[in-house]
């Protein structure tokens, strides 16, 4: 989608372009369906700041313990996996999560599968980081 202002009126463009795409993915449109946006992806960029910066404080790192467990279907075995589920609200800067997990929150979870950690940086951002290079077993 070109990055502009939309408008309501900018409602049909929106989704004529879904179709479109849907239809390039999956070679069909499903008729009388509404869409439903279900997660978003978004890029953004910004100038490199010069002069002082804020620098965030170093972080204790800390393994939490998950509030529970439960199965999850895992796509690539096609088996139910039991994973931690941690509260996202529980999770201070530094904890550390390793996949598979799932943090909830109350709009949203994240999922994390097995080739992944998570982390709570200092600005209490989820932050993702892949091991595919030493899968886990």
Same mark, same amino acid.
């Given at each position: 989608?070109? /990055? +502009? !202002?939309? +408008? *309501?009126? *900018? $409602? !049909?463009?929106?989704?004529? $372009?879904?179709?479109?795409?849907?239809?390039?993915?999956?070679?069909? @449109?499903?008729?009388?369906?509404?869409?439903?946006?279900?997660?978003? %992806?978004?890029? #953004?960029? /910004?100038?490199?700041?010069?002069?002082?910066? &804020?620098? /965030?404080?170093?972080?204790?790192?800390?393994?939490?313990?998950?509030?529970?467990?439960?199965? %999850?279907? *895992?796509?690539? &075995?096609?088996?139910?996996?039991?994973? !931690?589920?941690?509260?996202?609200?529980? #999770?201070?800067?530094?904890?550390?999560?390793?996949?598979?997990?799932?943090? @909830?929150?109350?709009? &949203?979870? &994240?999922? %994390?599968?097995?080739?992944?950690? /998570?982390?709570? *940086?200092?600005?209490?951002?989820?932050? #993702?980081?892949?091991?595919?290079?030493?899968?886990?077993?």
């Amino acid at each position: 989608m070109p /990055a +502009r !202002a939309y +408008r *309501d009126e *900018d $409602a !049909a463009l929106l989704h004529r $372009a879904f179709e479109d795409e849907y239809r390039r993915l999956y070679h069909r @449109v499903i008729p009388g369906v509404e869409v439903e946006v279900l997660s978003w %992806v978004m890029l #953004l960029s /910004a100038p490199v700041p010069t002069g002082h910066e &804020t620098v /965030a404080p170093a972080l204790e790192p800390y393994r939490p313990e998950p509030q529970r467990s439960r199965p %999850v279907f *895992d796509p690539e &075995t096609g088996e139910f996996v039991e994973v !931690a589920i941690h509260e996202r609200s529980t #999770l201070r800067p530094g904890a550390i999560i390793t996949g598979p997990a799932v943090i @909830v929150e109350d709009e &949203t979870s &994240t999922v %994390v599968s097995r080739l992944f950690d /998570a982390r709570i *940086d200092a600005f209490g951002y989820i932050e #993702l980081t892949c091991h595919t290079n030493q899968p886990k077993s």
